[in-house]
């Protein structure tokens, strides 16, 4: 029985089943559970069919998807995940990942985080506690000589001032515990602000990820990033003054774009230094399946399919509006 997952699969589920007979099923959204789930149910030969989050194809071939069930709302039951596959690497490197929290409070319109998560009942934005955080972060140090941790939460922080405070007892957990290890987040701007980073700082934080985007108006609006270039740059300007290091996710390209809309987001790049801007210098607008804006692109006439090329292939290429930006697109490949 093959099985599929993920984000990508999620959302293209249909084109994914209708196409591939050697596929038997995909597990859309959260899946952990679907999937204990489904692999219960074969090893004992039972039917599989109707296992939440599934889906699948009827007798008569047509693909069905099933309910999803609801989210997991105590993260600090599920086991830690399994790194003896890639001890020998973390020994080596000395860097690991690690999850926090899962989903976003936000609602960008590029993101398929959000539309992943609401299909299901749940909170949008859940995390695990601040003992559990750090107890695995020890763990990782302890067992396997972890010198740097990466989190890789959609957003670390969380919303507003319980999010602060969380992460807050996570820095004061690690001071307390005496763990030594760097580490780093990703976060919205606005999530930023001194005290709390202060505490980070002095708990191992080294680096912050901010999906800045843009510093135009025009395109925060458009990705629906309810942020302000003005706070983009105050949270920019905290972490320098503080003395973290910082990498600015960008999507300078998007196919409304004006010469000098991307004339301003480059010298705004050029201002912050190339060090801080994440590669490929020029990142397009991607046009998930599930998010707010493919629909608006495709209602426009901005999608650009391939012709023989499903989008779950190859992605869903987008045109420019502007002919003059058709050109520096088609220039830089």
Sequence with gaps: HITLGGHHATFHWREILADHPEIDSILRGESELALADLAGRLRQRRPWQDTPNLASRDPAGVPYANPCRPLITDL??????????Y??????????????????????????????TRLAAGPLWR?????????????????????????????????????????????????????????????????LDATT?????????????????????????????????????????????LG?????????VDPYVQVPELEHNVRQMQRRGGRHVTHPLFNRLAAFAGTPLADRLARDGLRSPRAGVRAYQHGSPCRCADPRMTVVDRAWG
Aim: hydrophobic share 40%; with cysteine.
């Design 244 to 252: 973290l290091d910082y990498r600015l996710y960008l999507i300078p």
């Design 76 to 85: 600090d039951r599920l086991p830690p995940p399994n790194r003896e596959p």
């Design 127 to 191: 995390p695990r506690s601040p003992a559990g955080v750090v107890a695995e972060m020890i763990d990782l140090q302890r067992r396997l000589g972890a010198q740097q941790i990466i989190f890789v939460d959609d957003n670390f922080m969380g919303p507003g001032l319980a999010g602060r405070q969380r992460a807050g007892a996570i820095a004061d957990l690690v001071c307390a515990s005496g763990l030594r290890v760097r580490w780093t987040l990703a976060c919205r701007a606005n999530d």
């Design 87 to 116: 001890r020998s690497a973390v020994e080596r490197s000395g860097v690991t990942t690690m999850v926090s929290s899962r989903g976003c409070y936000a609602h960008c319109g590029f993101c398929s985080v959000r539309a992943f």
């Design 197 to 241: 980073l202060v505490q980070l700082q002095k708990a191992g934080l080294v680096r912050v990820d901010l999906g800045v985007e843009s510093w135009t108006p025009r395109q925060l609006e458009l990705y629906d990033k309810a942020l302000t270039p003005e706070q983009n740059n105050r949270a920019i300007d905290l972490l320098e003054q």
